[in-house]
């Protein structure tokens, strides 16, 4: 094993049996089919047969079948494997397997040893060894998350005030980037400041951020009870997130009818489809289907409202109504409106009837000899058509690797081999063999 190939595979899903299909064999019982597998490399079905074998009590096999992997070093695996021992009961061990990986400069291992630690009562220990790298973005999130436990908030507090320009004001989401850019830190230190109590200051710090903080200023109000005032920032700027959580706030307290006027005021406002859609949910969860069609067909209805997303949930809200027919009579009207096809459901289909737009070189009927290379934008070449030969009449042979090689640390491209069909499959021809555990 390898531990590039197996990050490769694992990340892209390629040339592996997926969790898809490997949670599909253990409802089905197949079991010892995904045991079989594990050995052979395949990831998922190790990690999910180290598991059960750890719920049965085996947790001794369960390591014997991580251990190849863990062999090759690969981080996910090591990851996988403590918390393994974690949940058996074994954080001593875990602690150790991932301190090993840590001593080796894995770029992961940090984080993920001073949790441990801070789960396991060492939260100061964790915290000494944060220190050094506040500057790195996502280890000074877990620095303020073990602040707490640590019982070093402000000293926390005072790191992250230093990185923080005093006249610093950030514009919009791309102001300032870098490794802990002065716009995390202030969320940061907002967190810091909600946990010691201090609200309004944590309210007045995310006031000044950008607007990918409108989010986390929404959910502060909210959870300390600042209805008024979430009120205003969302009717406001309008931001989605605060529409969003003042309405779920206005629902958790059985304030429906308030929950439905911010939506409808946030669309009358604003032509976004997730409001239109946020809103039909809302109806839909307290028994007011048909007020939710209604407001998906306008969404729908509306110019340049009919997109994927919107018909689907419009249909959905039909299904559950029980009203299918209604649903395919309205595709069945749009399709009739878009001149017999859906197409894109973006823009109109054009009006001769072209699937796609022809470039403008292109001639009425460029032939068939022609086409392919004005469709792709340059002229044909005057020996199209013709071998290409060398100066001696041969025939040019093919390159060696008619594929660019591989990356380092990724897997060759395998193209799959063209087969021209020949008609129906003969009758004879032997059925190819079922995979091993096949679903019946």
Same mark, same amino acid.
């Given at each position: 094993?390898?531990?590039?190939?197996?990050?490769?595979?694992?990340?892209?899903?390629?040339?592996?049996?997926?969790?898809?299909?490997?949670?599909?064999?253990?409802?089905?019982?197949?079991?010892?089919?995904?045991?079989?597998?594990?050995?052979?490399?395949?990831?998922?079905?190790?990690?999910?047969?180290? $598991? @059960? /074998?750890?719920?049965? +009590? =085996?947790?001794? #096999? %369960?390591? *014997?079948? &991580?251990? !190849?992997?863990?062999?090759?070093?690969?981080?996910?695996?090591?990851?996988?494997?403590?918390?393994?021992?974690?949940?058996?009961?074994?954080?001593?061990?875990?602690?150790?397997?991932?301190?090993?990986?840590?001593?080796?400069?894995?770029?992961?291992?940090?984080?993920?040893?001073? $949790? @441990? /630690?801070?789960?396991? +009562? =060492?939260?100061? #220990? %964790?915290? *000494?060894? &944060?220190? !050094?790298?506040?500057?790195?973005?996502?280890?000074?999130?877990?620095?303020?998350?073990?602040?707490?436990?640590?019982?070093?908030?402000?000293?926390?507090?005072?790191?992250?005030?230093?990185?923080?320009?005093?006249?610093?004001?950030?514009?919009?989401?791309?102001?300032?980037?870098? $490794? @802990?850019?002065?716009?995390?830190?202030?969320?940061?230190? %907002?967190?810091?400041?909600?946990?010691?109590?201090?609200?309004?200051?944590?309210?007045?710090?995310?006031?000044?951020?950008?607007?990918?903080?409108?989010?986390?200023?929404?959910?502060?109000?909210?959870?300390?009870?600042?209805?008024?005032?979430?009120?205003?920032?969302?009717?406001?700027?309008?931001?989605?997130?605060?529409?969003?959580?003042?309405?779920?706030?206005?629902?958790?307290?059985?304030?429906?009818?308030?929950?439905?006027?911010?939506?409808?005021?946030?669309?009358?406002?604003?032509?976004?489809?997730?409001?239109?859609?946020?809103?039909?949910?809302?109806?839909?969860?307290?028994?007011?289907?048909?007020?939710?069609?209604?407001?998906?067909?306008?969404?729908?209805?509306?110019?340049?409202?009919?997109?994927?997303?919107?018909?689907?949930?419009?249909?959905?809200?039909?299904?559950?109504?029980?009203?299918?027919?209604?649903?395919?009579?309205?595709?069945?009207?749009?399709?009739?409106?878009?001149?017999?096809?859906?197409?894109?459901?973006?823009?109109?289909?054009?009006?001769?009837?072209?699937?796609?737009?022809?470039?403008?070189?292109?001639?009425?009927?460029?032939?068939?000899?022609?086409?392919?290379?004005?469709?792709?934008?340059?002229?044909?070449?005057?020996?199209?058509?013709?071998?290409?030969?060398?100066?001696?009449?041969?025939?040019?042979?093919?390159?060696?690797?008619?594929?660019?090689?591989?990356?380092?640390?990724?897997?060759?491209?395998?193209?799959?081999?063209?087969?021209?069909?020949?008609?129906?499959?003969?009758?004879?021809?032997?059925?190819?063999?079922?995979?091993?555990?096949?679903?019946?």
């Amino acid at each position: 094993m390898d531990a590039d190939d197996l990050d490769y595979r694992a990340r892209t899903r390629s040339e592996c049996v997926p969790p898809e299909l490997v949670a599909r064999l253990l409802e089905r019982g197949h079991a010892a089919v995904v045991g079989e597998l594990a050995g052979g490399g395949e990831w998922f079905c190790a990690r999910e047969w180290a $598991r @059960l /074998l750890g719920e049965w +009590g =085996r947790q001794a #096999e %369960a390591l *014997d079948v &991580l251990a !190849p992997y863990l062999a090759t070093g690969w981080w996910t695996a090591t990851e996988t494997a403590a918390g393994l021992l974690e949940d058996w009961g074994r954080a001593r061990e875990a602690i150790e397997l991932t301190h090993t990986r840590m001593l080796l400069g894995h770029p992961h291992a940090l984080e993920s040893y001073t $949790r @441990l /630690l801070a789960r396991h +009562g =060492r939260a100061r #220990e %964790a915290f *000494d060894l &944060l220190l !050094p790298h506040v500057d790195d973005d996502s280890l000074a999130r877990v620095l303020v998350d073990i602040s707490g436990v640590a019982g070093r908030d402000e000293e926390t507090a005072t790191l992250l005030a230093a990185r923080i320009p005093a006249d610093h004001r950030c514009d919009g989401p791309w102001c300032c980037r870098g $490794r @802990l850019d002065p716009d995390t830190a202030i969320g940061l230190l %907002a967190t810091v400041r909600e946990r010691q109590g201090r609200v309004d200051e944590a309210i007045a710090l995310l006031r000044i951020t950008s607007v990918n903080s409108c989010g986390r200023l929404a959910g502060l109000l909210a959870r300390h009870d600042r209805i008024e005032e979430l009120r205003a920032y969302a009717m406001t700027k309008h931001h989605g997130d605060a529409v969003r959580r003042l309405a779920e706030l206005l629902e958790e307290r059985g304030d429906v009818e308030g929950a439905v006027a911010v939506y409808r005021q946030a669309g009358a406002a604003s032509d976004s489809g997730n409001v239109a859609v946020r809103l039909a949910e809302l109806l839909a969860r307290h028994g007011r289907g048909e007020e939710a069609i209604e407001v998906m067909r306008a969404k729908a209805d509306a110019p340049g409202g009919a997109v994927d997303w919107i018909l689907d949930r419009l249909c959905t809200l039909y299904a559950d109504q029980g009203r299918p027919q209604d649903a395919l009579d309205y595709l069945d009207g749009l399709k009739a409106r878009r001149g017999g096809g859906m197409g894109t459901v973006l823009d109109p289909p054009p009006a001769d009837g072209r699937l796609w737009p022809r470039r403008r070189s292109c001639p009425a009927d460029p032939g068939p000899s022609r086409g392919r290379h004005l469709v792709r934008g340059r002229a044909p070449r005057r020996d199209a058509g013709r071998r290409r030969t060398h100066r001696g009449g041969r025939r040019r042979p093919r390159p060696a690797h008619p594929c660019p090689p591989p990356r380092p640390g990724r897997l060759p491209h395998r193209p799959r081999p063209h087969r021209r069909r020949r008609g129906p499959p003969s009758a004879a021809r032997p059925p190819a063999e079922p995979f091993p555990g096949h679903l019946a």
